[in-house]
């Protein structure tokens, strides 16, 4: 039997738990985040920092989201107000549920998928994310007023860039080089001598290679093997996890994904509904990988000709009925069979139309 484990905020969520808490309690929260973010792409992607994964994000802003009062019932109150589901998701969820066994593995915390198990019924034992586990004292006076001047340092700041092929930070102009010395100032010299910043430090956020891990442990719970998984993500925290899959011989998708989803995954997949997710598997279920790559030998699908084809090849009526609102938005392709530039371009079109502009930039 196959298995299913997919990113939550994407192929499931329109939210960016995160981004939106930081928008909602942080002056400039919304600058702020995407500052922090994309010094995240700089640590993962071209530092690559040891002992630093992709996602590691959520434990950099925790300290000002508790000096802004966020804690864990704060969180999980939010959540709840704000979480945004794409259309037909829960459909989805329910299909795969009750087929295969079926995991999420998010790098959000984890009252954000407390509201989602609630909401949808998805059991919240199959779900890996980020756990606020663990002592975390309240910032002191000092702390508070410290990490507030820094949040607003920081979303004042110019957003980090680099070429497109930098490996290094001598790749990087003078005055952005520059920019992650004082943010490297900032997170590893100034606030883990904070206490409050020492403890969200210590919290091991499932992001980059942790959704690896999650990914093998959800393996070690079924008894299946890499190349009996669909895996869908869409961000820079699923690489590991998409590339694991890939090379195991499963079923790496990326939905709606950005460059970093696009280019680890071998099948990109675009639509306003993440049904189509289902429908592969049904897909990948009955004639297995083969299947896949069947449908696609004559190149990349696109609008309705994806549901005529995921209908000849045995999808449920229910599935496709539910697509059918949604078929211009469409895509299907095969790395091998695909232009990589085609793909992802196609990909950050329809990504920016499901999630905004603001989200879909976030790596």
Known sequence: MIQIDMDCEGPITQNDNAFELCEAFLPRGGAFFSRVSRYDDFLADIEKRPGYKAGDTLKLVLPF????????????????KTLVILPKAELMLSFLTSRFPTFIISTSYRPYLDALSVRTGFPAA???????????????PQERSLLQELAMEIADQPVLDWP??????????????????RLNQIFWDILPSMPVAAACYAINTVGGAEKAVALQDSLLRT??????????GDS????????????????????????????????VCTGHTPVVI???????????????????QNGPLSGNDVLNVLAQNGVSSTLISCMEPYGPSFY????????????LKRSEQVRKEVRGGRIAALG
């Open 65 to 80: 989201l508790l000096a802004a009062g966020v804690n864990s019932q704060v969180m999980r109150e939010f959540s709840f």
């Open 164 to 181: 497109e092929h930098a490996v290094s930070i001598h790749d990087l102009s003078y005055e952005d080089q520059k920019l992650v010395e």
């Open 236 to 267: 820079i925290t699923d690489v590991q996890a998409l590339e694991l899959v890939r090379k195991g011989g499963g079923v790496a998708v990326s939905f709606n994904g950005n460059g970093y989803a696009v280019r680890s995954c071998e099948y």
């Open 126 to 140: 199959s779900i890996y994310c980020t756990e606020l586990t663990g002592e975390i004292p309240a910032p002191t």
């Open 332 to 343: 299907l392709a095969k790395l091998n069979d695909a232009g990589m530039e085609t793909a």
């Open 278 to 296: 289902a429908a592969m598997a049904q897909v990948f279920e009955q004639k297995g990988k083969n299947g896949l790559n069947a449908m696609l």
């Open 223 to 232: 008894g299946n093997q890499a190349f009996q998984v669909l895996y869908a």
